[in-house]
């Protein structure tokens, strides 16, 4: 009898294929005879490695190796020798479209998400706006496991046992040892587009905020870039409990098992969002130009540590990609440094 093993394809951003983790493995824990094969962009390794034994990772570098209709079809071919019974197409674009229309013209049995697109639309829409809650990814790729003939429960915690990951990977200097009371927060202030960043000055009083109710905390800052360069150096050079993690860690994988420790992240609608959610770490979500009723919230995150403020023009972005209609990104600006620093200070210690 032929095993059954599905190929399930995610490529794009960061956040996008960290929100795969708790679908593939709920799938993976309650169809233990099931082979499965995660296809992504090289980067997203490190968020399989954890995964039960019936999972594994492929990688396909579509902007290089496998780049155009000859590339697709190289790896189209590389795809068929793995004897796949079922493919589920989690992220329906160009690339992977074709890849379906392959393996439909071959009859694979084949499922893609539905993106619910129309009532994104009405979410942005700035006349008629309406602010429904639309489906997350999570419940959209259940779906294409469903009618594929996997019907799931979404039941994943952790990518990480209880206690988090094995704190002896990471650099003795940000160990903990022994009996501690120091709050440990994590920061992420940037994100790939203008409409999810909260203004680094005020950020930089978030920080301020922090310290001064907890003077031993340690802050780690998360994010790579010329921005985060600048913006941390600083920031490490005027509040000594500031720390710049790229600087000490090298990789997602390290980046990971620090959030698992981690008392709080307070994070933009960002990747870091959804790392620290893999991590069953919580989130102090801020919200701009997008709105978690997109769909976008991290696993397991409440809604009530999502930071935003109401406006006639919000959301008017699924993604925060577009430029603010206004001119100001108010849906920022106004958010003030006492609000996430309540909110964080709610999370961690219990009160307001």
Known sequence: MRTEHILIMRFSAMGDV?????????LAR?????????????????????????VSFMEADIKDEYDGVKGLNALYRRLTAKNFTAIADFHSVLRSDYLRMRFNIDRYKVAHIDKHRSGRRQLVA???KKLVQQPSPFSNYADVLARLGYPIKLDFKSIFPEGGGDISLLPESIRRSGEFTEKWIGIAPFAAHEGKVYPPRLMEQVIRLLTERHPDCRIFLFGKGQRET?????????YKQCESVAEKLDGISLELVL??????MISMDSANMHMASLTATPVVSVWGATHPFAGFM????????????????RPCSIFGNKPCIRGDYSCLKNISPEQIAARAEFVMCGRK
């Not at 960290?18 to 709920?26: I, L, N, Q, R």
Request: aromatic residues 14%; negative net charge.
């Open 18 to 26: 960290a929100m795969t983790v708790p679908v593939v493995y709920s």
């Open 30 to 54: 309650q169809y233990p005879d099931v082979r499965i094969t995660m296809l992504s962009k090289p980067f997203a390794r490190p968020f399989f490695e954890r995964m039960p034994s019936n």
């Open 126 to 128: 700035m006349s008629d």
């Open 230 to 238: 600048e913006y941390f150096g600083e920031w490490c050079s005027k």
């Open 259 to 264: 959030m698992s420790h981690l008392d709080l």
């Open 298 to 313: 991290g696993w397991g995150q409440s809604m009530e540590n999502a930071v935003q403020i109401d406006l006639p023009c």
